[in-house]
C-alpha cells in the first residue's frame, strides 16, 4: 500500500504543481518584448550621446578660441603697456607674425616669456591649422594677409548648436 500511496501521492503533487503555478522561465514572447524595449531605450539615447559630444567640443573650441585671443592680446600688451623691448615688423602694430612665436616666446629683459603652452588642436576639425586674420584683413576675411596675427577662428564648415557656423566664433 505504501508504493501505491507514494506513486499516487506523487502524481498528485505533479498535477497540482502544474495547475497551481507555471513553470519558472521566459518564454519567446516574452523575451521579444524585452528585447524591443532595451532598443527602444537605446534608439533614444544615441541622440542624446550625439548631442553631448557635440557641445563637449564647442565648448573646448570657444575655450581655445579664449586662450589663443587672450594670449595675442597678452603679446600685444607686453610691447605696448610695459614697453617690452621685443622686435616687431613695423606693419605689424604690435600684433604677433604667427601662433608659434607665442608658443616659442621672445626674450624680455633676458627671461623667455612664453604666452601659449602649445597651438591647441581644433575640436572640429582636428587639426592645429587655424584660420588667422591680421589686422588689416576685412573683419569676415577667410584669406591671411601675413603682416600679423590679430585674430584666429575656427576653419570648420560645421554648425554650431545655436545655428551660428564655428568659422564665426
Do not use: H
Not at 576675411?141 to 601675413?146: H, M
Amino acid at each position: 500500500m505504501r508504493a501505491s500511496e507514494t506513486q499516487s501521492g506523487f502524481c498528485r503533487r505533479t498535477l497540482d504543481a502544474g495547475a497551481s503555478g507555471r513553470e519558472s522561465g521566459l518564454t519567446l514572447v516574452e523575451l521579444i518584448v524585452v528585447v524591443a524595449m532595451v532598443a527602444i531605450l537605446a534608439s533614444a539615447a544615441v541622440p542624446i550621446a550625439r548631442f553631448q559630444v557635440k557641445r563637449t567640443k564647442e565648448r573646448e573650441l570657444r575655450r581655445d578660441l579664449w586662450e589663443m585671443r587672450d594670449a595675442i592680446d597678452r603679446y600685444k600688451d607686453d610691447i605696448e603697456l610695459r614697453g617690452a623691448p621685443i622686435q616687431t615688423k613695423p606693419d605689424s602694430m604690435n600684433y604677433p607674425p604667427d601662433l608659434q612665436t607665442l608658443v616659442d616666446g621672445v626674450d624680455i629683459q633676458g627671461k623667455k616669456v612664453r604666452f601659449l603652452r602649445r597651438i591647441p588642436v581644433d575640436p572640429m576639425t582636428g587639426s592645429t591649422d587655424w584660420g588667422l586674420r591680421s589686422n588689416q584683413d576685412d573683419p569676415d576675411s577667410t584669406s591671411f594677409g601675413g603682416q600679423n596675427v590679430y585674430d584666429v577662428y575656427s576653419k570648420s564648415d560645421g554648425v554650431a548648436l545655436d545655428g551660428t557656423r564655428y568659422s564665426t566664433w
